[in-house]
Nanobody
Framework: QVQLVESGGGLVQAGGSLRLSCAAS????????MGWYRQAPGKQRELVAA???????EYRDSVKGRFTISRDSDKNTVYLQMNSLKPEDTAVYYC????????WGQGTQVTVSS
């Protein structure tokens, strides 16, 4: 079992920045990839960024150059630094840990005002 706790969401004006954190506990050795997903009202959940155990990263096109995913292996924590935020980034952001099973965090709201 893996438990994920997200933090760092909030309300920010367009152009601002936020940093999300996802702290993992439990059987972390089974996790191969961790990612951030988001879901806006009326839309499907979508991948924002992910990082694998070997450090490879991927981003959705709309956040490339603005968002950065990173991890602190000692703390079992993954971060999402979000810069130059836009109103269309408004969503609930979820952390996902993928391994033998998939584990989701509870989500954190990010609201970007225009």
């Amino acid at each position: 079992q893996v438990q994920l706790v997200e933090s760092g969401g909030g309300l920010v004006q367009a152009g601002g920045s936020l940093r999300l954190s996802c702290a993992a506990s439990g059987s972390f050795f089974s996790i191969n990839r961790m990612g951030w997903y988001r879901q806006a009202p009326g839309k499907q959940r979508e991948l924002v960024a992910a990082v694998t155990r070997d450090g490879s990263t991927e981003y959705r096109d709309s956040v490339k150059g603005r968002f950065t995913i990173s991890r602190d292996s000692d703390k079992n924590t993954v971060y999402l630094q979000m810069n130059s935020l836009k109103p269309e980034d408004t969503a609930v952001y979820y952390c996902l840990a993928e391994g033998r099973a998939d584990y989701w965090g509870q989500g954190t709201q990010v609201t970007v005002s225009s």
